[in-house]
């Protein structure tokens, strides 16, 4: 190390050989603490962690996406494994043998999923929510709700569909027993009713363009879900994993990652296209009519545990629920928090 000169004369008569070398030896010692800081950092930002998330082939995701194609989830270092699956309830499933570490999902779907592990399932945070994006879908003879009557109409059971059909059915003055409901995942839907084997089914997109491109001249979008609910895609994980090192600081880089992803997805409309065409095989069309609509509320706000307390209340109605709803004991908020305390509202009482 060269000798540090100090801007004054004399500075020999001042200091001692002793001095000199105590001031080497410290000099020495910050360098050698600043090494191993710098290897320690080094150390730290190369650190990354292994992830599997359960997905849908759907432009509603289109944050995770974008966070996955423009290297957010890699910046955040993140190695993500995504599953394909048709359905959250058909993704649950598999999550439920043990499989997967993050999930994503309906909103009727995690609450039937959390009461059917004993609560022991986590809501993480909200990717979407809309209501346009959620079609009836019916064959052209079918002019109105009343139609309906006597006919057959499907959804992927247990999905934010079944939510969907029971609210339509309601208003419109349909009892249950009058149509007959079949359980259909999402990709057999536009088939089933190009056949004319249903007369109309109850999803979200993109399958109900995927049945208008199928056979326009014989299909339409009867109804979005605006006046009956609004449908949520949000993710989740296990609270035992959570609690750990890695399952917490995984979940919260993958929010940090996600809300670039919805800033960027917002903005940049060819790029999502793009994905969904290369990874789906989706049209741009069907990739435009939901990303027009996509309500990318990332976290877990007031509208949230407003609407889920109303689904609470039907699933009561419905004999799919019997105690009060405690949010608490259904959300996990830590990593919200972390990036942004403002992303969680005021959770209710138990409601």
């Known amino acids: 190390m060269a000798e540090i000169v100090l801007p004054y004369p004399g500075r020999d008569d001042m200091w001692t050989l002793e001095s000199k070398r105590d001031l080497r030896a410290l000099c020495a010692g910050l360098a050698g603490a600043g090494l191993m800081l710098g290897l320690l950092a080094a150390s730290t930002a190369q650190e990354r962690i292994k992830l599997t998330v359960f997905i849908g082939p759907a432009p509603l995701y289109d ?65 979407e929510r809309d209501s346009k994006g959620y079609l009836a879908t019916a064959r052209k003879e079918i002019k109105q709700a009343r139609d309906l009557v006597g006919k057959t109409i499907a959804t992927r059971v247990g999905s934010t569909g079944s939510f969907f059909i029971s609210e339509y059915l309601k208003k419109n003055g349909i009892k249950d027993s009058d149509v007959k409901v079949i359980n259909l995942d999402g990709q057999v839907l536009p088939t089933a009713l190009c056949q004319g084997d249903i007369s109309a089914f109850f999803i979200w997109e993109p399958f109900g363009s995927r049945a208008r491109e199928i056979c326009p001249d014989k299909v339409y979008t009867l109804s979005t879900a605006e006046g009956y609910i609004r449908g949520y895609a949000a993710f989740g994980a296990r609270p035992a994993w959570l609690a750990t090192k890695d399952g917490e600081e995984a979940a919260t880089r993958f929010i940090r990652a996600m809300l670039k992803g919805a800033d960027f997805a ?57 105690e009060q709803f405690n949010m608490n004991e259904f959300i996990w908020t830590e990593g919200l928090k972390a990036v942004n305390p403002k992303l969680v509202g005021t959770v209710p009482p138990p409601c």
Not at 72 to 90: A, H, K, M, R, S
């Open 63 to 127: 944050s995770v996406q974008m966070a996955d194609s423009q290297g957010y989830l890699g910046d955040e270092g993140l190695d993500v494994n995504f599953q394909l699956f048709p359905t959250g309830t058909t993704a649950l499933q598999t999550f439920r043998a043990g499989q997967g570490d993050l999930v994503t999902h309906g909103d009727l779907p995690a609450v039937t999923y959390w009461l059917s592990v004993n609560k022991d399932y986590r809501v993480i945070s909200v990717i």
């Open 266 to 322: 917002a903005k940049n409309f060819d790029a999502v296209a793009k994905y969904n065409a290369d990874h789906f095989g989706l049209s741009e069309k069907a990739t435009r009519d939901q990303w027009e609509i996509n309500g990318r509320d990332i976290g877990l706000d007031d509208t949230f545990f407003q609407d889920f307390c109303a689904l609470a209340g039907w699933m009561r109605q419905n004999d799919l629920m019997k």
